[in-house]
């Protein structure tokens, strides 16, 4: 992605189409000897794209909410940089976006320091009550008994949000904006009220049931008659802009400690939860070390476990790197078959071997080192698709869908925040914490309950992935970064649950080995496979040609709705191109 693989490309795209064309024939007909290629120089905005970025010069911010978004780059306008920008951003999602945006669950960013060519990653996923048994999901006879992880409060975390973003100021702010400074406009927005949007509208009658257990829940999303609040109605957050209010004066520790931590637990307590206020007070957000990769001669940045994320983007971007994606072409058989494969294999990995790494020991230096992908790729047949060993039946979540929410911000200086944080399932347990105004997750659904039992996901782990006293649950959220020669190029990420991992990936291929801009990325259909169930799922979209293709190689192919909510920018010669993804609907590219 340097300056000068950005010019116009030499060739022409029938050229290009015609290449794929005849090499996906050839490959479907033998397993022929694939070789790696250089990849295609993608440009900055295609001429005769069908979509394109938006341009800024100075900073950028792209997020699922538009408010959000203009709230981020407002901070970034008077001085402040990225991870102000990111703290303003991430609280008014809480308010703006509440199914995903949050006080009360948590998630991972992705800080880049220009100035030191520094990346960093804040660890602020939700912790296991210190009160955790291994079995805590399981009836006496060793069932796994899923509304215990995903309706009750012994599904509920403690919420690393607050920390996350406090630690991130503290640490990375630019020293301009207090605490008080950021949360400003998530207080008044709270407590003004905002219009219910399409968004919101869409969104709530989904949880309507969840919210209709709390009456701490319905007084704020129900109408008295227990319909939800609909297009055009005011949605009013009294107690959470006052909790806001209270963080912005006192700090993390008004949310960790006193009055707020001591409602949280009696709500969570209330739902059949253990959490104490021990819990609460001890639980802390952790800088770690970030995943360095590599792919074609970019640099990828993520994050390491507990999410899964980082390894396999990069896993699986080692082993696509052996085959000549470019000249497949994009959307062809030959290239979505060569995705599956690797897909399934890097699935098979977390199920085994990914956990908190501060409680198992995980193998990430071997997951992503090019010589483990490269046995792994020896596995894979250009001819055949592989059945998925140990197949189960799903009982897939009503709620499966994009529950996280992603926001990616640069500023003037090429500080960059890749962010993303969740309440797991779309508002979370449904359950808001009396008083405070604090939806609460169900991220413990996220522990493997036991071998082989699948998560709300689809996804199952073993021993490293098992529930345990301050265990930190598997995550897939993947925020990443892209560098070239040390410059920084990408930033990116999406909720999306399993197929965060995948979603992150392809933006990568697409831009890479593709050529596409960064909205025709975002825009691309998308496929995923993760093994269980056995089953290749694309987006609408994909063509009916290429489908049989895929069922001729032996894919069950299950054609899906949109899934994903990819937030990105691409830096070229310091202009900033955001693409915000059109598949929600109130989303925003928003830079100056
Ligand atoms: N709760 C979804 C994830 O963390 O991957």
Redesign the pocket.
């Known amino acids: 992605m340097s300056a000068q693989l950005f010019q116009a490309k030499p060739w022409g795209a029938p050229r290009k189409a015609l290449r794929a064309g005849v090499l996906t024939l050839l490959c479907l007909a033998t397993p022929c000897g694939l070789q790696a290629e250089p990849p295609l120089p993608p440009p900055i905005i295609s001429q005769g794209a069908r979509v394109l970025p938006v341009l800024a010069s100075h900073g950028m911010v792209v997020a699922q909410e538009g408010t959000a978004s203009k709230i981020g780059v407002e901070i970034l306008r008077r001085g402040g940089n990225a991870i102000d920008a990111a703290v303003a951003t991430g609280l008014a999602l809480a308010v703006t976006l509440p199914r995903a945006g949050n006080l009360g669950g948590g998630g991972f960013m992705l800080v880049y320091i220009a100035k030191e060519k520094k990346t960093v990653v804040i660890d602020y ?1 939700e912790a296991a009550p210190a009160d955790t048994p291994r079995d805590v999901f399981l009836t006496e006879a060793g069932d796994a008994v899923a509304a215990r992880s995903r309706d009750s409060g012994l599904g509920v975390g403690v919420p690393g949000t607050v920390a996350g973003l406090s630690l991130a100021l503290r640490k990375y702010g630019s020293g301009k904006f207090s605490l008080a400074e950021l949360a400003a406009p998530a207080v008044t927005l709270a407590r003004a009220g905002l219009e219910v949007s399409d968004d919101l509208a869409d969104s709530l009658p989904l949880a309507q049931t969840r919210f209709k257990r709390w009456p701490s829940s319905a007084r704020i999303f129900l109408h008295p008659d227990g319909t939800a609040l609909s297009r055009g109605d005011r949605l009013v957050q009294t107690d959470l802009a006052s909790v806001l209010e209270a963080i912005g004066r006192d700090g993390e520790r008004a949310f960790y400690e006193g009055p707020v931590a001591e409602k949280i637990v009696a709500s969570v307590r209330a739902a059949g939860g253990r959490m104490t206020v021990e819990d609460l007070k001890s639980y802390r957000a952790v800088e770690r070390a970030p995943l360095h990769g590599s792919y074609r001669g970019y640099e990828i940045a993520s994050v390491p476990p507990p ?1 899964s994320g980082g390894v396999h983007i990069i896993e699986l971007l080692n082993m696509l790197e052996g085959f000549p994606l470019a000249s497949l072409g994009a959307d062809s058989a030959a290239t979505i078959h060569l995705l599956a494969e690797a897909m399934k294999l890097a699935y098979a990995d977390r199920a085994e071997y990914l956990g908190d790494p501060d409680q198992v020991k995980i193998p990430v230096a071997g997951l992503i080192s090019k010589a483990y992908a490269e046995r792994l790729r020896a596995q894979i047949s250009t001819a055949r698709a592989r059945p998925y060993a140990e197949i189960k039946p799903l009982d897939p979540a009503p709620y499966e869908s994009d ?2 929410t992603h926001f990616s911000i640069v500023d003037h200086d090429g500080n960059a925040v890749s962010n993303t944080y ?1 309440l ?1 399932f779309s508002y979370g347990l449904g359950l808001v914490a009396e008083g405070t105004g604090i939806l609460l997750n169900n ?1 413990l ?2 522990f493997a309950a036991k071998p082989g039992a699948p998560n709300a ?1 689809g996804l199952t782990g073993g021993a490293a992935n098992a529930p345990g006293p301050r265990k930190r ?5 993947a925020p990443a970064m892209v560098f070239r020669d040390g410059e920084l190029e990408l930033v990116t990420g999406s909720p999306g ?2 197929r ?1 991992i995948t979603i992150v990936t392809e933006i990568i291929l697409d831009i890479v080995d593709f050529g596409m801009n960064l909205a025709e990325a975002t825009e691309a259909v998308r496929v995923h496979d993760q093994g269980l169930p056995d089953e290749l799922q694309v987006e609408r979209g994909l063509n009916a040609d290429t489908i049989r293709l895929l069922q001729a190689l032996g894919h069950k192919v299950v054609v899906h709705g949109a899934w994903g909510s990819a937030q990105s920018i691409l830096r070229v010669n310091g202009v900033l191109m955001g693409a915000a993804d059109t598949r929600q609907r109130e989303t925003l590219a928003a830079g100056y």
């Open positions: 996923r999410s529950q996280t969740t797991n991220e659904d996220d996901y649950p598997l995550s897939s959220m649950g399993s965060i």
